[in-house]
């Protein structure tokens, strides 16, 4: 079975010439902390329904005269269901015997580090389904794309911190632009753009945070384009929703016939788009160029 960790398959742990292993981790999540966040954890059910409130305007009074318009409240809603996302890898006692690392404790890191991703991946999976974007199918994502994205929030009425997640591909560009490539003259560059040079960190553009994920998707709304374009996201807090109904549990389950340990990583969310103007696409070239 593909799941089995046996001795031939990491020999590598146990050799005389290892020093130290090296493990390879994906990245921690980035997306779920910027967006709302709802806890279902001991709360019975797997539906989780948040009210979404209507704009209200206001109109100019006169003196002695009554309000006799009543003002529309038809609130709506956004459900998220809890869906179970799970691994199990099976280690045996010879494979744990022979290592010299604390593979058991590798793998749950591992297990754990993957349910973190598949939360974030959940989360970008929305990017493309919000109706308004800014940028073209082609093009690199550079400072002005953003800048319009940040303006398109602020005029629909996009409360609180503006945050922006692109693929590595569209932040390559955009990194790109700030540190002046190719330019042998960097005397002029921003300050985002020399932080960009120094630490391969955008920080904040226009008062965004700008931040990259490899879970960024392509354009599943595009047939014609779509493969070729990665769709990131400008956004506050409430465009999307995660509730957790579970969070990241590992567990060992001893198989005394088989003489190996079960390793199993599991959790439970949900996630759904809140507010569509709360949230904008940014289209950019899914090459890197």
């Known amino acids: 079975m593909a799941n089995e960790v046996t001795s031939s398959v990491i020999s590598e742990l146990y050799t005389n010439i290892v020093q130290a292993a090296l493990y390879t981790y994906s990245e921690a999540t980035v997306v779920r902390p910027l967006c709302r966040n709802y806890d279902m954890r001991g709360t019975?059910?797997?539906?989780?329904?948040?009210?979404?409130?209507?704009?209200?305007?206001?109109?100019?009074?006169?003196?002695?005269?009554?309000?006799?318009?009543?003002?529309?409240?038809?609130?709506?809603?956004?459900?998220?269901?809890?869906?179970?996302?799970?691994?199990?890898?099976?280690?045996t006692d010879v494979a744990k015997e022979a290592s010299k690392e604390?593979?058991?404790?590798?793998?749950?890191?591992?297990?754990?580090?993957?349910?973190?991703?598949?939360?974030?991946?959940?989360?970008?999976?929305?990017?493309p389904s919000f109706s308004q974007r800014v940028g073209a199918a082609g093009d690199d994502v550079t400072v002005e794309t953003i800048f319009k994205a940040i303006a398109t929030l602020r005029n629909n009425n996009a409360q609180g911190q503006v945050n922006v997640v692109l693929h590595p591909y569209?932040?390559?560009?955009?990194?790109k632009q700030l540190t002046q490539a190719g330019n042998t003259n960097l005397s002029s560059l921003s300050d985002v753009g020399n932080q960009a040079l120094r630490s391969g960190f955008l920080g904040?553009?226009?008062?965004?945070?700008?931040?990259?994920?490899?879970?960024?998707?392509?354009?599943?709304?595009?047939s014609t384009s779509g493969t070729g374009?990665?769709?990131?996201?400008?956004?506050?807090?409430?465009?999307m929703g995660f509730m957790i109904k579970r969070d990241v549990r590992i567990e060992i389950e001893r198989d005394a016939s088989l003489r190996a340990e079960e390793i199993v990583g599991s959790m439970s969310f949900g996630t759904a788009e809140l507010f569509d103007a709360y949230g904008v696409g940014i289209v950019g070239n899914a090459t890197l160029s």
Do not use: C, H, W
């Not at 593979?103 to 598949?118: F, H, N």
């Open 44 to 91: 019975p059910g797997l539906v989780s329904t948040v009210p979404k409130f209507p704009a209200i305007s206001a109109s100019s009074l006169t003196e002695n005269t009554d309000i006799t318009a009543n003002t529309a409240f038809n609130t709506t809603e956004a459900t998220m269901t809890a869906q179970e996302y799970g691994a199990k890898l099976l280690l």
């Open 102 to 127: 604390d593979i058991s404790a590798a793998i749950g890191r591992q297990l754990g580090d993957a349910m973190a991703v598949q939360a974030d991946s959940a989360l970008t999976a929305l990017f």
């Open 170 to 175: 569209s932040a390559f560009a955009l990194k």
């Open 204 to 222: 904040q553009i226009g008062g965004a945070n700008v931040f990259e994920a490899t879970t960024v998707g392509k354009d599943t709304n595009d």
């Open 229 to 239: 374009n990665y769709v990131g996201l400008a956004f506050t807090q409430d465009a």
